[in-house]
């Protein structure tokens, strides 16, 4: 039983395609017993005091999560399913988006905004296919469990999340006097002889090895919606015509931030830095190696 009484949700980013890795990664059984990521995910937040989760995915998803997810958690602990269409658009935005050019959702802040009918309470957001650790979802309960209106992210040490493989995209993090002051998506992340480097703005530069990135751990307030409706109309009206081009839940939150600063209001993003390693799987080559390291990080628990 949880011994947390009050409410929080974890919503689950779930819909993603995993074009890099070459299949479901949100299906792929990479723990020990044969567990997904999701299912090692789910456990920790139960653990932690979480009491309701809710998994945005596509339709075909439903029936293959469902029998990989049957008779694994108490009926204390509720798992609700939410679709991310490509059609589910702010009001505002509807004029300005052009559907019938449109090959994929619109990205991880779409994916949020997917689960609005669905959260009313504080919530935690991460992706499926992600390990983060039990350390990870205790800190989001601590961080959501404060009465004010902040946010947080549970950050990682940039070291920690890179791949053997190829190049991968982060979040790299400004923090200030533990705040999130800026949040900006790198591409093609690599270690090589000339040190830890990253596309920017279309350039090459490098990253400090210190880094804390963003690895979609996040804790918001219910506030974040109507954030989420504001930045993504704007982004709509800007790409809507465009058939790939994503919002990312990274831009939304850069957005308040700046808005915050900007009128020196005291909300802000806390970060707390994981204590444990993350682990995900970008691609085929990664399994090996993943599954191995959650072998070690489950027996440790």
Not at 61 to 83: G, M, R, S, T, V
Not at 233 to 245: H, M, S, V, W, Y
């Amino acid at each position: 039983m949880n011994s947390c009484k009050q409410q929080l949700t974890l919503v689950i980013l779930a819909a993603g395609l995993g074009s890099r890795f070459g299949g479901d990664k949100q299906l792929a059984e990479l723990g020990p017993n044969g567990e997904t990521m999701l299912e090692l995910s789910l456990k920790s937040a139960y653990k932690a005091g979480f009491t309701k989760a809710v998994l945005v995915i596509r339709p075909e998803l439903a029936p293959l999560l469902d029998k990989a997810l049957q008779d694994k958690f108490d009926d204390d602990f509720k798992i609700e399913y939410c679709l991310q269409s490509i059609d589910d658009l702010p009001e505002a935005a509807r004029a300005h988006a052009d559907l019938t050019q449109r090959q994929k959702p619109w990205g991880t802040a779409h994916a949020l905004w997917s689960a609005r009918h669905h959260v009313n309470e504080p919530m935690a957001v991460i992706n499926a296919d992600d390990f983060y650790g039990d350390s990870a979802f205790s800190l989001l309960v601590q961080g959501l469990s404060v009465a004010n209106d902040d946010w947080m992210m549970v950050g990682y040490p940039i070291g920690l999340t890179l791949s053997e493989n190829g190049g991968v995209n982060r979040g790299v993090c400004q923090v200030v006097d533990g705040k999130l002051v800026d949040v900006a998506e790198w591409l093609e992340i690599r270690q090589d002889a000339s040190g830890l480097t990253g596309v920017l703005n279309e350039e090459r530069s490098t990253i400090d090895d210190n880094a804390v990135v963003s690895m979609t751990c996040w804790g918001f307030k219910a506030d974040i919606f109507t954030v989420i409706e504001q930045e993504f109309c704007e982004f709509i009206k800007l790409n809507g015509k465009q058939a790939k081009t994503e919002c990312y839940l990274p831009s939304v939150v850069q957005a308040r931030i700046d808005k915050s600063l900007q009128s020196k209001s005291s909300w802000g993003v806390n970060v707390s830095v994981a204590q444990e390693s993350w682990y995900g799987v970008t691609y085929p080559e990664d399994v090996q190696w993943v599954k191995l390291k959650l072998q070690q990080a489950v027996n440790a628990r």
